[in-house]
């Protein structure tokens, strides 16, 4: 950093550090935060627009607040770049996402000024609530601010939290920061009532005058300003009945430019010690003060390394399909052909691919918000109609609706299709995101039917043998990025519900593989053929029903099977395929169940991830030879490896 680019920032290690600026320093700062931002993040790529769009609120908040005793709780995190800048971490920024690099979202261990971690959206204010009531429990002396976007009160917790906030009554200020965008654009009658808060004149006009009023009050202390406010109260309700924070119980102010900073310290200074729960709205704009970002808002949502003149990014195009694109295409393929059939997302049209849908078939689409529960029973709904609602989720946010799963769709035999996205290691996302849990959550629901494909064509024929399954839930789940390059056929082809398939043949071990794996257990016998070692290798494509029969049939060929997933080897493919050899006293064989271990694993570059967890070619034809290596120690029939 060069003493003359950033001669504000380089005066700033810690928001205590800023706290005496004057207000023309306070802007300076705030401009060289976002361009700092952009030069870093040109260089690493990660979240760009959200960071752009909350600069001037991150540096009035910890000039007002006093962080990191006050704390700051922000929701999803993917924001809060600005934040970790100011928060002594500026010198290593240039490493977020990076393997043993800083986080891209909000993590405890990090940093004391990360009051909570975050990277679903939504829990800021459930979370913040938390700290308020065990603040009262323990008679602490701290604010607590939990800022939340507009997309995020799309998800019903934020609404389950006011509602008990409101209750309780306590001071709790909560910041909705507005930008009109989630990652898409906002959905539904939530967007459109924040927009008439900011957009009715009449209310505006009178907000603005009372908002004056109580400010030139200051000297004559909160008796007067309280009665401003109830005055204040009383309009609000003539001029907009029914104002959903209100009712509530939360005080509602602004709305407020978020991008100016005088005016966001003054509201920040008023409202710090007045009592009960508050509710600042805050208006941002996405991207801002980067002309590509503020143009182009979602494709520099979360970003590549990118030329920082053009915001053209450097990631080479080319390369086979990601499996996201060929998902997409599939979907309007047999929507075309069955006309009962309609996408669902939560929120993430272009992260699942059905904006094809969305652009194809407008009609056949569904973005429901960030609101997957609410998603997966509006699915449920759909299917007791008639309709065949494809459910596309990522991995890691359909966790949220878990009971929904079991209670609305598979308790009723609904034919839901599940299709989950990001599903395994998702990289530099992190522990928030990996999508390494679904195989077993899905596993234990009776009815379910769960697959997962060896490459992007058995995608399509798994995804057309899911639509026409019709006799319940049945879900498909694939990973992150590029597919492996195999030709895509014209049509598809029904798989047979819990077949696997033999890929190769072998004299020494069976490595049975699902998903994504299976590429990986090639390469690994292929690894291994050199050193003389040759491997069977199925592609089990079902985890449930498991293919029982075929499992026998190697475990009657093979005294050693190894199991392979990019699960968590606790409850998934490996654990299905020892149940069925315990289920049946087949005991004389030993089995290694090869996956994710039983803890949380950090972000990092997928192969990284892979390499460390022994889950990539040589990882695991290492692991293979290793496991053939003990065959005469006969102590341990079943041995789970976790590292
Ligand atoms: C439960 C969950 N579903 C989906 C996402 C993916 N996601 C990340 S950010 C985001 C949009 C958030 O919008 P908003 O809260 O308005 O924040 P902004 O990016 O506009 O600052 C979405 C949908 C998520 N993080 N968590």
Same mark, same amino acid.
């Given at each position: ?17 800023? =706290? ?184 505006? =006009? ?178 007791? !109609? ?17 009971? !929904? ?178 289920? =049946?006293?087949?005991?004389?064989? =030993? ?53």
């Amino acid at each position: 950093m060069s003493e003359q680019r950033y001669p504000f920032l380089d005066r700033v290690n810690l928001p205590t550090d800023i =706290r005496n600026f004057t207000m023309p320093e306070l802007k300076a700062l705030a401009d060289e935060v976002r361009s700092f931002l952009i030069d870093v993040v040109s260089q690493t790529g990660g979240h760009l627009g959200a960071g752009l769009g909350s600069v001037e609120l991150t540096v009035a908040l910890h000039y007002v607040f006093n962080t990191p005793v006050d704390k700051l709780v922000w929701d999803v995190g993917h924001q809060a770049y600005p934040h970790k800048i100011l928060t002594g971490r500026k010198a290593r920024l240039h490493t977020i996402r990076q393997y043993n690099g800083l986080s891209g979202f909000l993590k405890r261990s990090e940093s004391e000024y990360d009051s909570f971690g975050a990277g679903h959206a939504s829990t800021g204010i459930s979370a913040g609530l938390g700290m308020v009531a065990a603040r009262e429990r323990f008679g602490g002396d701290y604010k607590v601010v939990s800022i939340v976007g507009d997309g995020a009160m799309t998800g019903g917790m934020a609404y389950e939290g006011m509602n008990n906030a409101g209750l309780a009554k306590k001071d709790f200020i909560v910041v909705l920061n507005d930008n009109n965008m989630s990652i898409a654009p906002n959905v539904w009658a939530i967007s459109n009532y924040f927009t008439q808060l900011i957009s009715n004149p009449s209310y505006n =006009r009178i907000k603005a005058n009372v908002y004056d009023l109580t400010g030139k009050l200051d000297a004559l202390g909160d008796r007067i300003r309280s009665i401003a406010a109830r005055v204040e109260e009383g309009i609000k309700v003539i001029v907009t009945p029914g104002m959903l924070f209100e009712a509530l119980g939360f005080r509602y102010f602004g709305p407020v430019n978020g991008h100016n900073l005088a005016q966001l310290v003054r509201i920040f200074r008023d409202i710090k010690n007045y009592h009960g729960p508050i509710l600042v709205h805050v208006i941002t704009q996405k991207g801002k003060g980067y002309k590509p970002a503020e143009t182009d808002i979602q494709k520099l949502h979360g970003v590549t390394p990118f030329d920082k003149i053009t915001g053209v990014s450097a990631k080479k195009s080319g390369g086979p399909p990601a499996y996201t694109k060929v998902f997409g295409n599939a979907v309007v393929e047999l929507a075309r052909q069955n006309p009962k059939l309609v996408g669902i997302t939560a929120a993430m049209p272009d992260g699942t691919g059905l904006d094809i849908l969305q652009k194809e078939l407008p009609d056949r689409f569904y973005d429901v918000g960030i609101a997957e529960q609410h998603g997966v029973t509006f699915a449920a709904g759909l299917a007791t !109609q008639g309709c065949v609602p494809i459910a596309a989720i990522y991995s890691t946010f359909l966790q949220r609706a878990f009971d !929904q799963i079991i209670h609305d769709v598979a308790l009723q035999h609904l034919h839901v299709v599940f299709a989950l996205d990001r599903a395994g290691l998702v990289g530099a996302d992190g522990p928030t995101h990996h999508g390494v849990f679904d195989l077993s959550y899905l596993r234990l629901i009776p009815g379910m039917v769960v697959m997962s494909p060896k490459d992007e064509s058995e995608l399509r024929d798994m995804l057309y043998t899911a639509v026409t399954h019709e006799q319940g839930p049945i879900a498909l789940r694939y990973p992150r990025g590029n597919g492996v390059g195999v030709p895509l056929k014209k049509g598809f082809d029904p798989i047979p519900i819990g077949k696997g398939e033999i890929i190769r043949t072998g004299h020494h071990i069976a490595l049975l593989a699902i998903g994504s794996m299976v590429q990986n257990a090639v390469r690994a016998a292929d690894i291994l053929e050199k050193r003389g070692i040759t491997c069977e290798v199925a592609n089990m494509r079902f985890v449930k029903p498991l293919d029982g029969a075929l499992v026998e049939d190697i475990a009657a060929q093979f005294d050693n099977i190894l199991t392979l997933e990019d699960n968590v080897v606790t409850g998934g493919f490996g654990s299905a395929v020892a149940e069925h050899l315990a289920s =049946r006293s087949i005991r004389n064989i =030993r089995l290694k169940i090869h996956g994710v271990p039983d803890r949380f694993i950090d972000h990092g570059a997928p192969d990284e991830l892979q390499r460390d967890l022994r889950l990539d070619p040589e990882g695991i034809a290492e692991t293979a030879a290793t496991f053939l290596e003990a065959h005469l120690d006969q102590r341990h029939p079943v041995e789970v490896l976790a590292k």
